[in-house]
Each structure stands twice: as C-alpha cells, then as structure tokens.
C-alpha cells in the first residue's frame, strides 16, 4: 500500500489533538512559524494546553493569538518577552500562565533526549544560576553539570519548505531552526509544507528530516503575511 | 566627585560605534556568535581585511551584514530577530547543532549584552525579577558557559546613569566569572585576575571621571589607548 501522509486541509492536519496536550510549535522569531496550524489548533476550541516553543509570539496572529486566547495554561520557552509579546506579557503580568524558562541549548537539547530515548543529560549551562535552583549537580573531570531531563510533547506543529507524500523534509535557510528536532520529540507530527514535491524529489544526500519523523503533511503555498 | 561635573567634556559613543570598536577587536580567523543587542549590529560593521566567521543561535553560521532595502528574506535573521544576508561557505542547521558548537567549546568568541557585570567577570543579562518584564534567557547561559571567551557590549551605565559594571550583580547571575573584556560606551576594559584594566577611553574622559561610573576600582593600562570609531 502506498504511504500517503499528505492530508487535503489544516482541519484534517489538526484532527485529534485535545485538551490538555502538550504542543511543540517550530520557530524562531517570525521565521519557521506553523501560523496556519496554530489557528487550526485555536479553530479546534481546545483548550489547557501546555506549549513548548522558542518565543511567546509577537503582534495578534499565530503564537501570540494562542498566547491570548487563554487555551494555554503553561509554555516552556526560553525567550519569550520580545517587542510586540502584548498578549504574552498581559497573561503572565497577571499570572494567568505559567512559564518554564529553559536555556536556548538546553530547551533543544531537551527535546533531542527525547527523540533519542536517552534518560536525560548533564549540562554546564546554567550552573550556579535560579534556572538551576532544585537540580542534581554533578562534577565530571573537575566541572560541574546539571542534570536535563528529555523533552517530549503529543504534538509538535511544524513548517517546512518542501515535502513528499512519505513526509521527508527540507527547510528554508534560519526557518529551519528548531523544527528537526521537534518533529522528532512529539508522537504525532504535523507539517506545514509550502511546496509538495513527488517520491524522489528530494536529494536523499540533503533531506534534513527522514520521513519515519513525520506523520501528517499539509500544502500550504498562501502568501499570507501574518501579523507576527 | 567634581570629575563627572564637568559635563560635556566628552562623547559617549553610538551604538553603532561602540559595535565598531568590538568588531576591529576580533582576532582574524575566529569564529563569533553575536547575540541579542548591540553585539548583532557588529555584523554591519566588521573590518572588511579579515575573514571572521559570525554564529547565530537560530541555526546559521556564515552570515553577513544587514540586507539593502528590500531584499529581506524573512526566513534570514540573526539573534534579535533582524535580517542578515548569507556569506559564501555559510551553512544553515538545527537548532541542536547551533547549540553544540555553542556548548562543546567550538567557538572562540561570544559577544554578549549585559544588565550588570561584575568586577570578578560575573554576567547578569536574563531578568530583573519584574513581573511586567517577563524574563528572557534565550542563549545566553548556553553561551556564557560554552565559548571560549566572552565579551561584553553595553552601555556603561543605566538610563537612570547608575553603573552597570558592578562590585557584585544584583541581578540574578547568567554565569559566574564568565566575562573577559567590556565594551561600553566610555572605555574598552579587561577583566585580569588582578582587577579591572581600561584599555582605551574616549577622548576627554579622565580614569577619575570614568571611575566615578564604575563601581569596582579601575586601573588603567600602561598604554591606554583612545577608544574612538567613525561617526554615524
């Protein structure tokens, strides 16, 4: 039977994900963002939902449309106050969220763990700082480490430049950033693709994400600007 | 006291100068993450006669300065979310990767932004504890900890003139004892083992005039230089 993860809209791409799930959203800034299947996830009325990303969203779309809502009970990021982070910023100044705020390295090796069915990983980063406040430290050849747990979620949402029908990847210059390692930490994992390319289409020697990582495809080639 | 009277004896540089004098400061060969703040606007201002590698975060290394006007490419941006422009031999990657080189020690210099330094290197750059200001790490521990060196970019003192490089932070710490050199809108200062040394000043600005801004003692290099760098 031919394998076809390619699904025709975002409602089908979104299908199944519930209330109180644990999301990982792809995206550094503006760049990489999954806008399209985050306003699937908002049109899904779903709602304590725990969101795993780099930043909190910016302007009134996408992740910051989410941040507003009031559907997100906690997010694990390592940045999220930025210029335009309103909604984000008002829910957390009135502790309507909580935030987990883990190091950039950390927050991405975390997830990496998780993908790999390693136990978890001793890391210099942060040592000696609140963000390691209740955590085991370790000394290994005279330096002192924290020990991370992995970093798995139900979902991960993520965008990409070009797929095919099994659900191989390739992305687009820093829009890349930290959707090869979600799509391979969450147990279902959607994609955003802008082009649909056939079977072998893609150079073997330059797929970045290997299809077994990729559950559900969507085509979406709108040239939308999103007010992130 | 009646150093820091005598107003206007001296400029404070420009962002965009003090990112200058960091940029010339760079070794030849070396390669650099430039983080959040002044230390991105670096990449619009390196010396055009060396080949230093610029690292950013999000998964690039290789990257240039700022596009022309309309060339951006929102799928090309550095650390503070600005557009860049690629370089030849520049390569993109996961973001894993990006913090494998920072974490395992693979590049020489990390130019960091500061709320406070101390005088023993001690980096405070994450949070002021303010509710309204939500707290932002991002790289930064990752990048305290893992490159080879760290240098400081920031203004000298806060918008209410109090310093930032301080007997002891009171900011919770990024890392302890991580910074080796500030620049700042006044001087060029090494960190040593010793104390605080300034290596350059801008010119008009006395040791006494900069100390009165500085909460550890400075002691100024035998041959301090003038810290200057082309206007706009």
């Known amino acids: 039977m031919a394998i076809d993860k390619i699904v025709p809209g975002v409602a089908e791409a979104v299908a199944g994900i519930e209330s109180g799930m644990t999301i990982m959203i792809s995206g550094f800034g503006f760049a990489g963002v999954p806008n399209d299947l985050i306003h699937g996830v908002l049109d899904l009325g779903v709602t304590d939902l725990t969101v795993i990303s780099n930043n909190a969203g910016t302007g009134t779309e996408g992740l910051a449309a989410l941040m507003g809502s009031g559907r997100v009970r906690r997010i694990i990021c390592s940045y999220p106050r930025s210029k335009g982070s309103d909604n984000f910023d008002a829910r957390y100044a009135a502790g309507e969220i909580e935030l987990e705020l883990v190091p950039q390295g950390t927050l991405s090796e975390r997830m990496r763990a998780a993908a790999a069915g390693v136990g978890g990983f001793y890391s210099p980063t942060s040592v000696g700082t609140d963000l390691a406040a209740g955590k085991e430290v370790r000394t290994i050849d005279g330096r002192d480490y924290v020990l991370e747990l992995p970093l798995r979620a139900d979902v991960a949402l993520v965008q990409a430049q070009k797929a095919d029908r099994w659900g191989n990847l390739v992305y687009s210059k820093a829009a890349r950033n930290f959707g090869p390692v979600m799509a391979m930490a969450a147990d279902l994992t959607i994609v955003q693709a802008k082009e649909i390319v056939p079977l072998g289409g893609l150079d073997p020697e330059a797929i970045v994400t290997p299809s077994v990582f990729v559950d559900r495809v969507v085509h979406i080639d709108n040239d939308r600007e999103w007010d992130i | ?232």
């Open chain 2, 1 to 232: 006291m009646s150093a820091t009277m005598t107003a206007d004896a001296f400029t404070r540089l420009s962002r965009r100068q003090l990112a200058w004098c960091a940029a010339q400061a760079i070794p030849d060969g070396s390669y650099v993450n430039l983080g959040i703040g002044v230390p991105t606007l670096c990449a619009n201002v390196m010396p055009a006669d060396r080949e230093i590698v610029l690292h950013s975060e999000n998964g690039v290394l290789g990257f240039g300065p700022a596009p022309a006007a309309g060339e951006e490419d929102r799928d090309l941006i550095n650390a503070s979310k600005e557009f860049i422009t690629m370089k030849p031999g520049g390569a993109y990657f996961v973001h894993t990767d990006a913090f494998v080189m920072i974490r395992g020690g693979h590049l020489d210099l990390a130019l960091l932004g500061a709320f406070e330094v101390s005088g023993q290197g001690d980096l405070a750059n994450w949070t002021t504890g303010d509710r309204r200001f939500p707290p932002g790490v991002g790289g930064a521990m990752d990048l305290a900890v893992g490159a080879k060196a760290v240098w400081v970019l920031t203004e000298h003192t806060t918008k209410k003139g109090e310093p930032k490089i301080v007997d002891t932070c009171k900011y919770p710490l990024t890392a302890p004892k991580v910074v080796r050199k500030i620049f700042t809108d006044l001087a060029e200062i090494d960190v040593t083992p010793s104390g605080l040394v300034v290596r350059a000043m801008v010119e008009g600005l006395t040791l006494p005039a900069l100390q009165a801004l500085t909460e550890p003692k400075l002691t100024l290099a035998d041959d301090c230089r003038v810290l200057s760098a082309p206007a706009a």
